[in-house]
């Protein structure tokens, strides 16, 4: 009597193994210490030493000073110039996505990417080695966005882009790209850790732009900003 032929091996995605707290653990570990390297201290260090760029006082409108305490590429482009400046964002992209990037091909299936690339968002704004005074956030969620999802990221400056021009506001283009990354990993990924990832990653974001959104809401009531 013939036997049944056997069922066909599966050719879904790997089942996801259980989450590994001491994984979890290094993911954050690895990803804060990365995120903490200042690089607009040391870019700026090595070309203009001397400069602060933890500090950021621009003149606006009728005479009012815009002060922001962020140590950036923003800073150091202001600072030390524009090439510098592009160095700074690009080497910060880079600090973050090389571990989401490790943790990506090491466990593909495990979300240990998202906490390796919140953790480094983390350390960008608040480095363990300069008394966590650090920057905002965009280039630490641009680098871990470049490996988590690349699409998305072309669509973040794009959409950004095109909503910035719409709205005549540098603030639209800038954070417009990152609130459509919201709509954007709710409809295209069943994983949930892609949405808990940005919903973090803006939240924290706008979070630590607390000094400079007070600032710019300020002087708009008062018609010291466009």
């Known amino acids: ?5 056997s069922p066909p091996a599966a050719t879904g995605p790997r089942r996801s193994r259980p989450v590994d707290p001491v994984l979890v653990l290094a993911a954050a570990l690895v990803g804060y210490l990365c995120g903490s390297i ?6 700026a260090g090595r070309v203009a030493s001397g400069v602060d760029v ?3 006082e621009t003149v606006v409108g009728d005479g009012n000073v815009f002060t922001s305490t962020s140590a950036s590429a923003t800073a150091v482009r202001m600072k ?7 160095l700074t964002g690009c080497l910060d992209m880079l600090k973050v996505a090389l571990p989401v990037l490790a943790f990506s091909l090491l466990f593909p299936a495990e979300p240990y990417r998202f906490v390796a690339a919140a953790a480094g968002h983390v350390g960008h704004n608040h480095p363990l080695y ?6 905002r956030g965009e280039t630490s969620i641009y680098g871990a966005l470049w490996v988590i999802d690349p699409i998305g990221a072309i669509l973040m400056i794009c959409g950004g882009a095109v909503l910035g021009f719409l709205a005549g506001n540098i603030l639209v283009f800038r954070w417009g790209g990152m609130a459509l990354m919201i709509p954007w990993f709710a409809l295209t990924k069943s994983d ?7 919903l973090f990653a803006v939240g924290f974001y706008l979070f630590s732009m607390r000094p400079e959104l007070t600032q710019y809401m300020a002087m708009q009531s008062t018609g010291g900003v466009g």
């Not at 200042?38 to 870019?43: E, K, L």
């Open 54 to 56: 933890s500090i950021i």
């Open 192 to 198: 949930p850790a892609y949405l808990a990832w940005i």
């Open 38 to 43: 200042s690089f607009a201290r040391i870019v």
């Open 1 to 5: 009597r013939a036997s049944a032929p």
């Open 80 to 86: 030390v110039g524009r090439r510098w400046g592009v």
């Open 130 to 135: 300069h008394r966590f005074i650090g920057g």
